[in-house]
């Protein structure tokens, strides 16, 4: 476990955040410092075929070691970190042992990491937790997935004994900013189904996710000086605050749960002369969705009727859809992962994401690409944290779904 966890923190110490506002790919040049470091490791493990394209995927193989036909599986993760905290000058901490008390983060700032708030904590006592030091995040979404992947890969090359197929491997950019998928060369990567090493709880295993859309709301006032406004002034931001309020007070998502959608009013920014919201709208239901879609758009209309003017314009675009739909009808891909984890003690958690995953792109790119546990908590934050024996877990998970799915050839 400890070249796992010293791996993990190599990784994790290049920082990789991507950007949100730049459309090159991929969107920071910084991206390129792991995966030139990815692959060389990948070539000093023994992957065959590794790869590293202009768009910054990294591909590579694990060559087939039986002499019957196996499906060609794959494993996926991305490089990058949130840009929504820094990712610069990461500095992790070690809590061998931890007793389910209190963790002081950083005693100058009186950072805590309690689990009286994050009560997912708990469930490792008596493991070694790695933090940050409550200045960065931790960069385990999705680091902790790529140091899985080629923690796994370097043990089914050196256990030779343990049969399996060929399998492929792929670390990506720009994830968190949703381009994870983009420039995916599904046909280059060659596998039946994927999955991604990108979620949270030891035993997680999703194959739903959102449908999702991103809208944006424009208001247009009219400024005049406030002494001889009468009759004359538009207040955008007032009419701003009439279209949030005309929304479902409950559908946010501080106040959902489970298979429940929401509006989430991201960013706003306003002036009297003109205020523009920034909104994503979800669900799992495809006809919940549509229905969603067309409400905020009649907040609209109907604001636009009252004031007898066309002074809102909305712009509604579709980001990704549920992936269930293309998993369904391949449930065997799930079977094996929730097999896998059954064969090793672990608890399958099989719900559904309240996000997104690269794996919905890919599945609806003829990839089907179900998620599994990659083991961090409290993602895109100083509060991120791993359990050094998840790690371990999530990578005998692949070795294991490797094991099965050649078993399950023959």
């Known amino acids: 476990m400890q070249k796992i966890i010293d791996r993990f923190v190599k990784y994790i110490t290049v920082d990789t955040q991507s950007d949100p506002n730049n459309p090159a790919f991929p969107s920071t040049e910084k991206q390129w410092d792991l995966a030139h470091i990815l692959v060389d490791e990948l070539k000093e493990i023994g992957m065959d075929d590794v790869t590293l ?15 019957y036909k196996v499906p060609t599986i794959g494993f996926v993760a991305h490089i990058d970190t949130s840009p929504d905290y820094t990712g610069t000058n990461v500095k992790p901490q070690f809590h061998p042992n931890y007793n389910g008390e209190d963790i002081v983060l950083n005693k100058e700032e009186n950072i805590v990491l309690s689990p009286s708030y994050f009560d997912d904590l708990l469930l490792y006592k008596g493991q070694t937790l790695i933090t940050t030091d409550g200045t960065t995040l931790l960069g385990a979404d999705d680091k902790a997935g790529v140091t899985e992947i080629v923690s796994a890969m ?5 256990h030779p004994e343990i049969k399996h197929g060929k399998i492929r491997i792929c670390f990506t950019p720009d994830e968190e900013v949703g381009k994870g998928a983009h420039m995916f060369d599904v046909e280059k990567f060659g596998a039946e189904w994927a999955y991604t090493m990108d979620g949270s709880q030891v035993g997680e295993l999703e194959y739903e996710n959102f449908n ?7 208001i247009n006032g009219k400024i005049v000086h406030p002494g001889y406004a009468k009759g004359k002034m538009i207040n955008s931001m007032l009419i701003a605050s009439d279209f949030i309020a005309a929304l479902p007070k ?4 501080q106040e959902t749960e489970g298979y429940e959608g929401f509006y989430h009013l991201h960013s706003m920014n306003g002036e009297v002369e003109k205020t523009e919201l920034e909104y994503i709208i979800r ?33 509604i675009k579709d980001q990704y859809f549920n992936m269930r739909e293309k998993i369904e009808p391949v449930m065997h891909i799930v079977d094996i992962a929730e097999e896998a984890m059954k064969q090793l003690n672990i608890k399958p958690i099989i719900k559904a994401i309240r996000g997104g995953t690269d794996g919905s792109q890919l599945s609806y790119k003829g990839l089907p690409c179900p998620n599994i546990f990659a083991g961090g908590h409290n993602f895109h934050g100083r509060y991120e944290y791993v359990a050094a024996e998840s790690l371990q877990l999530a990578t005998d998970v692949i070795v294991k779904i490797a094991k099965i799915t050649a078993e399950r050839a023959k």
């Open 250 to 253: 409950n559908e946010i998502p």
């Open 283 to 315: 669900d799992h239901d495809m006809k919940l969705f549509q229905n969603r879609k067309a409400q905020f758009q009649k907040v609209a209309d109907d604001l636009n009727a009252k004031l007898g003017n066309k002074l809102i314009e909305v712009e």
């Open 53 to 67: 394209d202009d768009n910054c995927y990294i591909m590579a193989t694990l060559p087939s070691n039986v002499d």
């Open 154 to 158: 370097e043990y089914l090359i050196n």
């Open 212 to 218: 999702a859309a991103g809208a944006k709301v424009v």
